[in-house]
């Protein structure tokens, strides 16, 4: 049973009352436990949506025929609850943005903490799972230093401890080396690619940029709201 | 921690929202200490009429507050009522020849009757903090036994002499706060307040009545289980030219006056306090709206609606919990000074209770947290994914 199965996602924003943008058109896809994976596509194709919908941050249109379909780790998601939706996030999912997201009045070891916390750890082991998390990245020295006492690489670096924090299954990552320079790009995928490769980690990025297609075991393209390669078997 | 850090971030507006806070606090303690001292100066008139009536001469205003003299023959006649078990005559003088305005509070009295004349029956407990209580033997002697706030006042204490309408006085007692009447009261012997009372009013000597004979109220206990209402009619009855008061007509006349005088201080004070809570609104609102993409980042990777609720909550409260701190300190301070202030002249203003504060500080951190619930939701509401595109 693969570790990500989806088959017919749609998701329909409305702009207005009469605009509508179809972002999603139908995505079937199937992903495998330990995988890295590459979603690339131009602009505007629904990668991201794609994302949040993976991340559980956004629901696929109901209603359809044949019903949307989203299975992760053996747990159908879509008829989830958003409270259920968010432990699952807290607990079992890991996210990178491009813009690293990181909270700037906490130090790097609080951003780190903030996730465990969120899975229901109490605070100690909180912090003691940040640390570890934070010397994992390379960045022990760093837990006490604020995201704009960091370079870029190093701010991915502390996003990637924090999703890494809770040790979870799944890690989704939104153009993580979309702000950076090429050698940061190197350390970052060096480092998802430890994760995969060591932890047995299922990762899914979106991005733009090819060495991270290459990077990774696999790469979905995507074109107006659809996967245009056929899915894993 | 992360809670302090993100109200310092904003350092002036968290400050003014604080200032607005403290200031309603500052105005709920001072005015609720002000009600306070009102509250038991009534309920000890209260207790004191309580279980007693008493009848003055029936061109008195009220409350015992006139100091038209009475013939002591009168006693006889009370006492003479059934279901009267006591009538002691008294005097009650004002302590100033002079009409001065001794402003907020109970008047400072001279009161003089013969001690133990209530044969026990006085349940007004008073008691002594320096020296004694007058005694029957006391009579016709210059003494007196002073209230805390007189002494404090004149600065006297037992074996000091006190000059009172050109007469000296040796101190023998002083009493204990009772946060009433009798902190206000110069007790003496009946006997010397007949003299200075026939000194006030010439006339009754030229019309050939002797001090000896006089007296401005009497105070009547009545016999265990007597209907002091009906008593008190059965004396209005039996004698003539007087007039009655008891527990009933003290609570309508001066508890009604003073809970109307209540409410709207307290009402002043928590129109202040709502204004505070506004700009508690006002903050959190302003820092839920500058925190949007904060907020997506936390609720994305995995921060439960509940928990932002709470942040936003917990950091309202601590905002309503400082202004109250503060405001109660600011209150305290105003009335410690003002009580010095007036402690010269007798105005004491202000009774600040550990209830008051305490409730001072408590209610404005519900209201910090009540303030905070509606930006709080707001925030939990947002869309993940539409917070995290916020610039």
């Avoid at chain 1, 139908?26 to 436990?33: L, Q």
């Avoid at chain 2, 007036?342 to 008051?356: A, D, Y």
Wanted: some cysteine.
């Amino acid at each position: 049973m693969p570790f990500l199965e989806a088959t017919n996602l749609h998701k329909t924003y409305s702009l207005g009352r009469r605009n509508k943008v179809y972002a999603l058109r139908g995505v079937d896809m199937s992903i495998e436990s330990g995988e890295m994976v590459a979603i690339m596509g131009p602009s505007g194709c629904g990668k991201s949506t794609l994302m949040h919908i993976l991340g559980l941050l956004h629901g696929p249109d109901q209603d359809l025929d044949p019903p949307a379909t989203l299975t992760i780790n053996g747990n159908d998601v879509t008829g989830m609850s958003e409270k259920v939706r968010t432990r699952m996030r807290a607990s079992s999912m890991g996210f990178v943005f491009q813009s690293f997201n990181l909270i700037p009045t906490l130090t790097a070891a609080e951003n780190v903490a903030l996730t465990a916390t969120y899975s229901g750890c109490k605070r100690a082991e909180a912090s003691a799972a940040a640390s570890e998390a934070l010397d994992w990245v390379g960045l022990g020295e760093w837990a006490g230093h604020r995201p704009m006492e960091l370079s870029g690489g190093q701010q991915q670096r502390v996003a990637i401890a924090r999703a890494q924090v809770t040790k979870p299954d799944l890690l989704l990552a939104d153009e993580p080396t979309g702000n950076l320079d090429s050698a940061s790009t190197t350390e970052v995928l060096d480092l998802l690619r430890r994760f995969n490769e060591e932890n047995g980690q299922t990762i899914v990025i979106v991005t733009h940029d090819d060495v991270v297609g290459d990077a990774c075991g696999r790469v979905l393209t995507m074109l107006d709201g659809v996967i245009a390669d056929a899915p894993a078997v | 921690m992360s809670l302090v850090r993100n109200l310092i971030r904003r350092k002036l507006r968290t400050s003014l929202t604080i200032i607005g806070i403290s200031v309603g606090i500052w105005a709920l303690v001072v005015m609720s200490s002000m009600a306070n001292k009102i509250g038991s100066l009534v309920e000890g008139g209260s207790i004191y009429f309580g279980d007693k009536i008493i009848v003055s001469d029936a061109s008195s205003p009220a409350f015992g507050l006139g100091f038209t003299p009475i013939p002591i023959s009168i006693v006889d006649m009370v006492a003479a009522v059934p279901g009267v078990a006591v009538a002691v005559p008294q005097i009650q003088l004002p302590l100033e020849l002079e009409a001065s305005s001794t402003g907020f509070g109970i008047p400072e009295f001279i009161v003089g009757a013969v001690a133990d004349a209530d044969q026990g029956r006085e349940t007004f407990e008073i008691s002594v903090a320096q020296g004694r209580l007058l005694v029957p033997g006391d009579e016709g002697a210059n003494v007196v036994v002073l209230g805390a706030d007189l002494a404090r006042k004149f600065d006297k204490g037992i074996g000091d002499t006190m000059a009172i309408r050109g007469s000296e006085f040796e101190v023998v007692g002083v009493l204990e706060p009772t946060l009433t009447a009798p902190d206000t009261t110069v007790h003496m012997p009946l006997a010397t307040t007949q003299i200075l009372l026939a000194m006030d009013a010439p006339i009754l000597a030229r019309q050939g009545i002797g001090s000896e004979e006089l007296a401005t109220q009497i105070v009547v206990y009545p016999e265990t289980g007597a209907d002091i209402y009906a008593l008190a009619e059965a004396i209005e009855d039996s004698v003539a030219q007087v007039q009655t008061i008891t527990g009933d007509d003290f609570d309508e006349e001066i508890g009604s006056a003073t809970a109307i005088f209540n409410a709207i201080i307290l009402g002043v004070a928590l129109i202040s306090l709502a204004v505070g809570g506004l700009s508690v609104i006002n903050t959190m609102a302003m820092s839920v709206a500058e925190r949007t993409r904060e907020i997506g980042i936390k609720r994305s990777i995995g921060a439960s609606r509940g928990r932002i609720v709470r942040e936003v909550v917990v950091e309202s409260s601590l905002i309503g919990l400082t202004g109250g701190v503060i405001g109660l300190v600011l209150g305290a301070i105003v009335v410690l000074v003002a009580n010095e202030m007036g402690r010269s002249s007798g105005t004491i203003l202000f009774h600040l209770t550990f209830g008051t504060a305490a409730f001072a500080v408590v209610f404005s951190t519900i209201l910090g947290a009540l303030a905070g619930l509606a930006p709080a939701w707001t925030a939990a509401r947002l869309d993940p994914v539409e917070a995290l595109r916020y610039e």
